[in-house]
């Protein structure tokens, strides 16, 4: 398994989850690791991104102050930090490798199974 995601699954609006996922193999060598969603009957889309070297994050407009994306470089972890969840974030929560910080998903190599998450009104 080169990616690993975790800790979906359901809470209330204005509530919390933090959603973890593990890189290995060649999954580990990409230079940045990035958070994608995909609702039922929805493109996928970008969510958050890190550098594992630097402390460049990229976040899209619509979780920026409410999303947090952190790393550990001695776990190969990189986190997803979700307050003040919306229903609209309901979605299954891919992570994903690649070779550079990009909102879009074509320039990342690798992705994890996804983890559902689930938001109630």
């Known amino acids: 398994v080169q990616l690993q995601a975790s800790g979906g699954g359901l809470v209330r609006a204005g509530g919390s989850l933090r959603l973890s996922c593990t890189a290995s193999?060649?999954?580990?060598?990409?230079?940045?690791m990035g958070w994608f969603r995909q609702a039922p009957g929805k493109e996928r889309e970008f969510v958050a991104a890190?550098?594992?070297?630097?402390?460049?994050?990229l976040y899209s407009d619509s979780v920026k102050g409410r999303f947090t994306i952190s790393r550990d470089n001695a776990k190969n972890s990189v986190y997803l930090q979700m307050n003040s969840l919306i229903p609209e974030d309901a979605a299954v929560y891919y992570c994903?490798?690649?070779?550079?910080?990009?909102?879009?998903?074509?320039?990342?190599?690798?992705w994890g199974q996804g983890t559902l998450v689930t938001v109630s009104s």
């Open positions: 994903a490798s690649g070779a550079r910080s990009s909102t879009d998903a074509n320039n990342y190599s690798y």
């Open positions: 193999g060649r999954a580990r060598i990409g230079l940045v």
């Open positions: 890190i550098s594992w070297s630097t402390t460049t994050t």
